[in-house]
């Protein structure tokens, strides 16, 4: 068997920046088994397969260790690869994902994705999990949120850029990941996101968690759009739009390399 692969920089305005995913289309779905042994190989932070459907296409992403019920800038990698590679008509695309229907629309400014706006609860700075999660960051930040993730907000960029976590205390947490998060130095805000549990130790740049952040960040500076910074060493940017319940993310991508991957039963 043969299966095409893509590997594209999405939130990348130029190569080797943002953060590289895999794009392996399928006429239809493979063993799960299989699927996860790809996305080890692959040993990328998201690899994302896709087969399509009756006017919309069936989406899925894996770590290199486990599947994942949302993942931003492996949607904007696929909906890079259909509109460029693939010849989807240019327009808006539908995914069917764990996380329900997910929209990807051409814009002026790049890709749009349309994913669930998740609105972060704060955590007490003296209960236990918080008392793990200080331990791991190594940092005491000046606020403590729970989403799926864990959300620790900072006063200032540099103290996000100067973390040093203990990844193996991270892992133990009981939430998939920790983003730190502050004001930013040239963007309205910057972030970090640390998923060791997903063998993911620092993720390049992450759609998924904002979708926590932009809530965050857009009560907390009173304005529904805002331009945010993941200041990983590749980094990132993205156009980060409240609209209700949903959160509109823009970036660009940029195409890596194309092969195939050859299966032998």
């Known amino acids: 068997m043969k299966i095409p692969i893509y590997q594209v920089d999405a939130f ?58 949302l993942c931003g800038h492996a949607t904007l990698a696929t909906a890079h690869v259909l509109f460029n590679h693939l010849g989807c008509p240019p327009g808006r695309i539908e ?34 999990a918080a008392e793990g999660l200080l331990q791991g960051l190594g940092a005491k930040p000046e606020q403590l949120l729970a989403a799926p993730d864990y959300i620790a907000v900072f006063a200032d960029q540099a103290s996000v850029a100067s973390l040093e976590p203990d990844f193996a205390r991270l892992a133990g947490l009981d939430r998939r990941g920790v ?16 998923y060791p549990k997903l063998g993911v130790n620092e ?31 590749r980094g990132g940017t993205l156009v980060c739009q409240l609209r209700g319940d949903r959160v509109w993310l823009i970036g660009q991508a940029v195409d890596y390399l194309q092969g195939e991957i050859k299966i032998i039963f």
């Not at 994302?48 to 260790?65: D, K, M, N, S, Y």
């Not at 994902?97 to 972060?120: K, W």
């Open 95 to 128: 995914f069917h994902t764990r996380s329900g229907r997910l929209h990807v629309e051409q814009a002026s400014a790049g890709l749009r994705l349309d994913f669930p706006a998740i609105v972060p609860v704060p955590l007490p700075m003296h209960s236990a």
């Open 12 to 69: 990348a305005e130029r190569l080797f920046e943002g953060n590289p995913a895999a794009v392996v289309p399928l006429p239809s779905w493979l063993d799960d088994e299989l699927l996860q042994a790809i996305a080890a190989e692959n040993n990328l932070s998201e690899t994302a397969f896709v087969v399509a459907g009756q006017g919309h296409w069936e989406l899925r992403w894996f770590t290199p260790r486990a599947e994942v019920d």
């Open 179 to 194: 983003i730190a998060t502050a004001p930013g130095d040239h963007h309205d805000f910057a972030s970090r996101c640390f």
């Open 203 to 233: 993720d390049p740049v992450t759609g998924s968690a904002h979708c926590k952040l932009t809530p965050y960040w857009a009560e907390r500076l009173g304005r529904s759009d805002l331009q945010a910074r993941q200041i990983s060493a």
